[in-house]
């Protein structure tokens, strides 16, 4: 794949710094789900606690994504992830000193206000650095590097846990942000300015009823409906699928550190391939969407493996189920931010991610929040399958609306405007 001459190769390094703050972002929610056995037993947290401490970042997520999508569109990446990056690592240092669950209730809070920025901001920058045919490869190479994370977390956890206690999995990542903030904001400085972006449609403000022009888009609104359908279930299965290996299969935490490395690694490499082929569909002329929306159909395809995963009783078949389902649920969620790429202007971008967010976000709490009581009752079996059923739904919902309603046949620097 070769650069377009108006890119500096400092897009490359302003990449890396973007995975790194991607990487950031999946450690600090991943550590809190790995030690939930382990923080049951130190400090007597239940089920119900737990689904409380998955509300209490969910709340404040969800909300600020009503907000920062504007001030990232209107203040710029530069110094909009650099705060949020700060503050995230601040919350997790918080965690790491915790004594009992009303101070992980703060740092979760003070996390979830401080992630809402960052899919936003690293979409943003990287629609900024990178021309329409790459963006998709662009964005898989920055999640590959966030993959990394999760991929090194399990073990990662589970030897520092082991060796030195639970807090230090906390300290160490929210004291490597800062670090991250600060190369962050050097990578701007030494890069120069970014390489003139392709004529936009401007059929949408930059300032004022941002999100009523942004809902007048039916493209749009089928995007974000079908994420409000399907996100709940992938925020459960985020936060609920190492409890599940632990409490239901029987993994110890050792042997958590030793197999769940697997899903995230078969993810990057699915991720990697497909958007290759996603962009090469642009390059043959198909439309940004369509395009797009074949790596969400073709990651629904998989959906049938949550429906599996309370039915098995072994550890080979959970870690190839919790793989299939890791991969068709990371897919959704990072391909949909592209595929917003694709239907807004990008000074409108962050906003339409973040007003999309938020959306799939408030049916995210309201099934968080009463899952750890479903499970005390009645086993795991009820959330995984209902949650399984909700990507098929969204997906033929994108399908139909995309393949048999969305007439316009363009390019990604077109977006729609009406």
């Known amino acids: 794949?070769?650069?377009?001459?108006?890119?500096?190769?400092?897009?490359?390094?302003?990449?890396?710094?973007?995975?790194?703050?991607?990487?950031?972002?999946?450690?600090?929610?991943?550590?809190?789900?790995?030690?939930?056995?382990?923080?049951?037993?130190?400090?007597?947290?239940?089920?119900s606690a737990y689904s409380m401490l998955v509300t209490a970042f969910m709340v404040p997520y969800t909300v600020m994504y009503l907000f920062?999508?504007?001030?990232?569109?209107?203040?710029?990446t530069k110094l909009m992830l650099a705060a949020c990056v700060s503050l995230m690592s601040l919350a997790t240092v918080i965690a790491g000193t915790a004594h009992g669950i009303p101070q992980l209730f703060v740092a979760r809070f003070v996390l979830g206000v401080a992630e809402a920025?960052?899919?936003?901001?690293?979409?943003?920058?990287?629609?900024?650095?990178?021309?329409?045919?790459?963006r998709a490869v662009a964005y898989s190479l920055a999640n590959t590097i966030q993959q990394t994370a999760y991929i090194l977390s399990p073990p990662f956890v589970a030897l520092i846990t082991l060796s030195f206690g639970w807090r230090w999995s906390f300290l160490i990542?929210?004291?490597s942000g800062f670090v991250i903030a600060a190369l962050w904001l050097h990578a701007n400085f030494i890069a120069g300015a970014p390489p003139p972006v392709e004529a936009?449609?401007?059929?949408?403000?930059?300032?004022?009823?941002?999100?009523?022009a942004l809902l007048a888009l039916p493209a749009v609104r089928v995007l974000i409906l079908a994420r409000i359908i399907s996100d709940p279930f992938w925020f459960f299965f985020q936060y609920w699928q190492t409890a599940f290996l632990q409490e239901r299969i029987g993994f110890?935490?050792?042997?958590?550190g030793q197999l769940t490395w697997i899903p995230p690694l078969a993810y990057v490499l699915a991720a990697l391939c497909l958007s290759a082929f996603s962009d090469r569909l642009i390059a043959r002329g198909w439309s940004a969407p369509k395009s797009r929306l074949v790596l969400i159909l073709a990651a629904t395809a998989l959906s049938p493996a949550a429906f599996l995963l309370p039915l098995v009783h072994t550890e080979f078949a959970a870690i190839v189920l919790i793989t299939v389902t890791w991969t068709m649920c990371a897919t959704w969620l990072n391909m949909s931010s592209v595929f917003m790429g694709a239907l807004v202007p990008r000074h409108s971008l962050a906003s339409a991610i973040g007003l999309m967010s938020a959306l799939g976000g408030v049916t995210s709490i309201l099934f968080n929040a009463v899952v750890g009581t479903i499970i005390d009752r009645f086993g795991y079996g009820v959330p995984f399958f209902v949650g399984a059923c909700l990507h098929?739904?969204?997906?033929a919902l994108l399908a139909w609306y995309f393949f048999l309603k969305y007439a316009p046949a363009r390019t990604e620097s077109e977006p729609v405007a009406a």
Do not use: H, Q, Y
Request: charged share 15%; proline share 7%; net charge positive.
């Open 117 to 134: 920025g960052i899919v936003p901001a690293v979409t943003v920058a990287i629609f900024t650095w990178f021309a329409p045919e790459r």
């Open 200 to 212: 936009e449609a401007v059929g949408i403000p930059v300032s004022g009823s941002r999100f009523r």
């Open 252 to 256: 110890s935490l050792a042997r958590i």
């Open 68 to 76: 920062v999508g504007g001030w990232i569109d209107r203040i710029g």
């Open 1 to 47: 794949m070769n650069e377009r001459p108006s890119t500096p190769r400092a897009a490359w390094w302003i990449l890396f710094i973007l995975g790194c703050a991607f990487a950031l972002f999946a450690s600090d929610r991943a550590v809190l789900g790995i030690l939930k056995t382990t923080l049951s037993t130190e400090i007597g947290m239940t089920n």
């Open 392 to 395: 098929p739904v969204a997906a």
């Open 173 to 175: 990542p929210g004291l």
